[in-house]
């Protein structure tokens, strides 16, 4: 089963690694992360996401072309926009790119230091880590007919009681329900079940 509290220790341990924060897209599919935590510069955020610097960054590229690790100035790609510069003007003047797993669903992860490049070490282990959440955060290609029908019923709009009502099950046993397809979907609340459910076509 997807571990949350597994995502937060493997985050807690990429932060201590990435003192200038990270961007970490996990298992994208149809351009669409299935998880995306950010930490960098909020200043920088603002102005990569504003200006959809995304489809122009020569480290994501490299991300979707290779698996593996490179540090971004070792990145041979062409910058039109500059963007490497304007990240280390924010200070992120070091950075990592990590790539992982198939290219259906692959997870790309940018890390930065203001002070060094990252050495052999590091990069050794945040592609540990970077690998050990890919494989814990696998959407699942399935619901169990419980979770579907729980789901289903909230996502039309019917409150925890009256779904319940329907389903011929306690309150508390909905809330069960729920409860493990939030896990299985690896989200915190039911809403982003309900919403993950549906992009995947599991309902």
Known sequence: MNDVNGLEQGLSRLTE?????YALGL?????SAHVMIQTYDTGWSETYTEKGYMLGDPTVFWGFSNEGAVRWSEVDLPDPHGILE??????LSYGLTVSHGPTSSRTI???ARSDREFNN?????IKEIVAELHENSTPPEKLTSAQRMALRLIAKGSRHAEAAAMLGISESA?????????ERLFVRTTAEAVQRAQEYHLL
Do not use: D, M
């Open 17 to 21: 690694l990435s003192p200038k924060g």
């Open 27 to 31: 298992h994208i599919r149809y351009a």
């Open 86 to 91: 304007q990240a280390a003007a924010h200070g």
């Open 109 to 111: 992860a940018g890390f």
């Open 121 to 125: 070490g590091e990069i050794a282990q």
């Open 174 to 182: 909905l809330k069960a329900r729920l409860r493990s397809a939030r």
